[in-house]
């Protein structure tokens, strides 16, 4: 289930996306456990997880705090340390993630695979320019002179509803506002038009009408790149009114999987998911 | 998508208002400027900073001018290695209250800082010093500032097997005391010049900058704007010379700035005791020593060289506290 793209391509150099982006399964995650040996003994962050994120679609993985939600996306980037534990494979583009060498992996990292942060002044380097950064995004893939990737940059900054894109490139991170952070993080994560991006609860640091606000812009930039998107959060709300499929985790397990309105009306799992009780809101989709 | 994709044309952005229909008229009333701009601007505000920067530069104008630089003659008419006879008692001749007060005409006189027991021009002399222990002392910085920076972000950022190698490495050189071991070595290689003098120095004190850096290094890999550098696919290069040494920037000028004026003061400990810059050539550390004797009789001997190194001393440590606070992006920006 691809949803319509919510916008047309802007003007530069999105025109020249293909039209059309590959089909079916984009990644594909089997079996992953992930343990951190400690001085009592392997813990187990995340056991016997295997999911699919097809291409375009949102899947959004749900769970509370330490169920390994991060964890999982983390040993699918490559990024925990060097004493994580991580058995299973994950499978993009023919090769697995978890076998091939660091510098294939870090040339997939940002380029065909990109992920945003939760927190967007800490994921920023506080003594270059929002430009800089994003053009240093592009600059990591690419041959391109730094005048063509700052052109890029103001390309994606006004895509992710930043006025005064060209001016903004000069500002620094602590002069945007935290919605204006996050958009120029989803700017540094499309640049490069990834194929998929992982964004670990991307609106938690910020207040309620800014999050609505920044993942719309987030949906909607993901459609004009083509990109598919794993959506970490804890927000059920969120989960219930974008993604396609839904992967609830609990205790490092996949304890449910499926369609939205599979996992929301009926629900497999004895297992409360932890986050829908105690939440004051109602667990029950919200429209749009 | 392959990587071959480049923007078909350069066009400015369509500008696009917070809402729709709505034209933002001018979202930025008065001109930001850039980090450039703001850096100078610290640094030219800083007034100890600026007294620093006037003071050292008229030192170092003063001291390549007057002597000229190797076979590059100077203004000054007296070699710092001619001898001649003794004026006044080699009293220095510098004579700055105005004419109306004690009716003596002169100002700056054959000698303005005296003579030595053996006539040679004090001036000329203390010039020399100035520039052999300036040049030992700026070298002396630019090698530990060097070789800290590299070994410390290596052992930070890399740690592992290789980390702990360079650290333990470090921790030798720590444990070798400075003044020993630098008049050892420089007793032996002592004819070898200031240039071997001034690496002798820089390869014995990089260790602090080094265990610095490493402790910044290791706080700042941890932050998630490196993880995000690493998610966007940079290596570890990129990381280290892009995101972690820009963040140092202070702590490697304020190291390096201290340390080069502890090389004046180390320069001066060793000529002091024999082992530094020696005869024929000149330092103001070996000025001192040579004419340590001479404090009762004639005290200028001691006070030229001793102004000088104070001068030199001080002016750089201020110039490093300025730049720390110019180079810091989170102080306010300044708008015109």
Same mark, same amino acid.
């Given at each position: 289930m691809i949803r319509p793209a919510g916008r047309t391509a802007v003007d530069g150099y999105i025109d020249d996306l293909p039209a059309t982006r590959p089909e079916g399964v984009v990644l594909s995650v089997r079996n992953l456990t992930v343990g951190f040996p400690t001085d009592d003994g392997m813990v187990q962050a995340v056991r016997d997880v295997s999911y699919d994120v097809s291409a375009g679609e949102i899947l959004g993985i749900v769970g509370e705090s330490g169920s390994g939600k991060s964890v999982s996306s983390l040993a699918v980037m490559g990024l @925990? #340390?060097?004493?994580a534990r991580i058995t299973g494979s994950a499978t993009y583009g023919g090769a697995d993630l978890l076998r091939i060498s660091q510098a294939a992996r870090r040339s997939l990292r940002g380029r065909k695979i990109a992920m945003i942060f939760q927190d967007p002044l800490s994921s920023m380097n506080p003594v270059h320019t929002v430009g800089a950064q994003i053009a240093e995004a592009v600059r990591s893939h690419e041959a391109v002179s730094q005048k063509v990737a700052l052109e890029r940059a103001a390309e994606m900054l006004d895509l992710c509803g930043i006025p005064q894109a060209t001016r903004r490139l000069k500002s620094y991170p602590h002069e945007f506002s935290g919605g204006m952070r996050q958009r120029a993080m989803i700017a540094m994560a499309i640049v490069n038009r990834p194929e998929l991006i992982i964004a670990?609860? #991307? !609106? !938690?640091? @910020?207040d309620v009408t800014i999050q609505a606000q920044v993942l719309e812009k987030l949906f909607e930039v993901k459609d004009t790149v083509g990109a598919a998107l794993v959506l970490i959060t804890h927000d059920l709300g969120v989960v219930a009114g974008s993604a396609d499929r839904v992967l609830v985790m609990y205790a490092g397990r996949a304890v449910e999987k499926g369609g939205v309105d599979e996992v929301f009306y009926r629900p497999r799992s004895r297992t409360p998911p932890g986050c829908s009780d105690p939440s004051p809101r109602s667990a029950l989709p919200v429209s749009g | 998508m392959t990587a071959e994709a480049t923007p078909t044309a350069a066009e400015e952005p369509t500008l696009v208002g917070p809402l729709p229909g709505v034209e933002v008229e001018r979202e930025f009333t008065v001109k930001a400027r850039t980090q450039g701009e703001l850096v100078r601007r610290r640094f030219f505000r800083h007034r100890a900073a600026m007294i620093g920067l006037v003071v050292l530069l008229g030192v170092i104008l003063l001291s390549v001018t007057s002597i000229g630089i190797g076979p590059v003659p100077g203004w000054?008419?007296?070699?710092?290695l001619a001898t001649g006879s003794s004026v006044d008692g080699g009293r220095p001749t510098l004579d700055l209250t105005p004419e109306v007060v004690d009716g003596q005409r002169e100002f700056i006189g054959p000698h303005p800082f005296g003579q030595e027991n053996t006539g040679r021009d004090y001036f000329a002399m203390t010039m020399r010093g100035t520039q052999q222990s300036l040049f030992i002392a700026f070298s002396v910085g630019l090698i530990s500032v060097l070789l800290g920076t590299l070994v410390g972000a290596i052992a930070g950022y890399f740690g592992g097997l290789l980390g702990n190698v360079l650290m333990r490495i470090t921790d030798l050189v720590i444990t070798l005391p400075l003044i020993v071991v630098a008049s050892v070595v420089s007793f032996r290689f002592g004819g070898a010049g200031v240039g071997a003098l001034a690496l002798v120095l820089g390869l014995l004190v990089w260790t602090q900058l080094a265990r610095l850096m490493r402790g910044e290094v290791l706080s700042l890999r941890e932050k998630e704007f490196v993880e995000a550098a690493r998610a966007m696919g940079a290596g570890p290069w990129r990381i280290i010379g892009r995101h972690i040494l820009p963040n140092v920037v202070g702590t490697i000028l304020v190291s390096g700035t201290l340390w080069t004026s502890s090389a004046i003061l180390l320069e001066t400990a060793l000529s002091f005791l024999g082992v530094g810059v020696r005869a024929p050539d000149i330092s103001l550390g070996s000025l001192i020593s040579d004419y340590q004797a001479a404090f009762q009789t004639r005290p200028w001997l001691f006070w030229w060289p001793g102004l000088f190194i104070i001068l030199i001393a001080l002016s750089i440590n201020f110039i490093g506290d300025g730049l720390r606070d110019a180079f810091d992006p989170r102080q306010n920006r300044v708008r015109a």
């Open positions: @925990l #340390p060097k004493s670990d609860e #991307p !609106t !938690t640091a @910020l | 000054w008419n007296q070699d710092y």
